[in-house]
């Protein structure tokens, strides 16, 4: 094996190394302090596995250090992120409790990022969650630290609830919407069912297929509680891929696939006998209008040929007369105006279609 080879082979071992180490000890820090234990029935996120961690950053080819940078190994910024929110100190209940309501109180911004700091490891471990849903786990602990930041603004200590159970929903919805958002350049899911169906769908089909049971459709809606139709449209999306209409065909790239896509806009014939059709509608509305008396004509603009028509009792006050018999008036005309079209354009539903 070439000396290079053996020299990254080390490089990479050595990284993995530090990286265990330094999760080991947060994890140590979570997992003796009552700070980030969520209250019971609380949807607590899974622990944060340092190997798995520490390999998904690590996966791609670290380039060699320089010598003007004057680093003796690859730099790893998980690593290093993770060494330095080790320096914030945790809270225990009581401080916990004493710093929000002070907060809630004063809004110092140094309780603020007391709240924060503290808890910077539980979001680490609710990012580690949606790993494999993003190719750079500190894209999703950046946006998990945004929503821990909102859940400090919007926390009221007076709840009887803990501030960890309280932030992880912020946190996790931060996420979640920067998957949502950033996972293709389309947005797949936009309703609640949508955004239900994209982070469970594969999950729940394989499940199903790990017990030896078609996921069908109907059986998906059913487990997740969506209706059929919503999952057969979701199954469509994620499985299309994204295509640039920049993207060039054949080899010289001269022609690019916007250049072969069809315009489904209207030819100049059609647009011109649309044009002629809007004129002679017109024409036979002003005309029309020009056959009705001064009471007839009224309604007739104010609810049939106005762009904001008045409401029937609107018109009945301006009248004397109830909103029914405007209404009454308003379908009599609708039936002239109909007949009025029709014996001055014998085959206008012929010209129309």
């Known amino acids: ?22 999760e080991a000890e947060v994890q140590d820090d979570l997992g003796s302090t009552p700070e980030n234990d969520l209250d019971a029935g609380s949807d607590a996120p899974e622990p944060i596995v340092a190997e798995e961690a520490a390999e998904k950053e690590g996966s791609h080819e670290v380039e060699e250090p320089t010598e003007a940078a004057g680093a003796l190994a690859p730099f790893d910024p998980l690593a290093r992120y993770l060494a330095e929110i080790r320096r914030f100190p945790l809270l225990d209940r009581e401080e916990e409790a004493a710093v929000a309501k002070r907060y809630y109180a004063t809004h110092d911004p140094a309780d603020a ?14 990012a580690r969650e949606f790993a494999r849903a993003s190719g750079n786990l500190l894209d999703l602990i950046q946006e998990g630290n945004i929503g821990l930041m909102e859940a400090v603004k919007n926390f009221d200590p007076y709840r009887g609830i803990r501030f960890p159970s309280y932030a992880v929903w912020w946190v996790r919805a931060y996420i979640m919407r920067f ?17 239900k169906l994209f982070f469970n ?7 199903l297929e790990a017990m030896g049971i078609e996921a069908g459709p109907r059986l998906l809606a059913e ?25 060039p065909l054949g080899g ?12 489904e806009q209207n030819n100049p014939e059609q647009t011109f006998a649309e044009s002629e059709w809007r004129d002679f509608a017109k024409t036979q509305v002003d005309d029309f209008a020009a056959t009705l008396d001064d009471k007839e004509r009224e309604i007739f603009e104010r609810r049939l040929a106005s762009d904001q028509p008045m409401t ?29 079209v029709k014996s001055r354009a014998a085959d206008i539903e012929r010209m129309h279609g």
């Not at 769908?201 to 499940?207: G, R």
């Not at 509680?225 to 920049?246: F, I």
Request: net charge positive; proline share 2%; aromatic share 4%.
């Open 1 to 22: 094996m070439p000396r290079k080879a053996i020299r990254r082979k080390k490089e990479r071992k050595s990284r993995v190394a530090s990286a265990l180490e330094v």
């Open 113 to 126: 990022f007391r709240l924060v700091t503290a808890n910077l490891r539980l979001v680490v471990k609710i």
């Open 179 to 195: 998957l949502m958002n950033n996972w293709r350049m389309v947005k797949l899911g936009t309703t609640q069912a949508q955004r």
């Open 201 to 207: 769908l594969k999950k729940e089909t394989e499940q």
């Open 223 to 247: 487990r997740l509680g969506v209706k059929e139709r919503e999952v057969e449209e979701m199954q469509e999306r994620m499985g299309q891929h994204e295509l640039s209409l920049d993207q």
């Open 252 to 263: 010289e790239g001269e022609i690019s696939l916007a250049n072969i896509l069809p315009d």
């Open 312 to 340: 029937l009792q609107e018109v009945g006050d301006r009248f004397g007369i109830s909103g029914e018999r405007v209404r009454q008036i308003e379908s009599r005309l609708k039936e002239r105006l109909k007949e009025f």
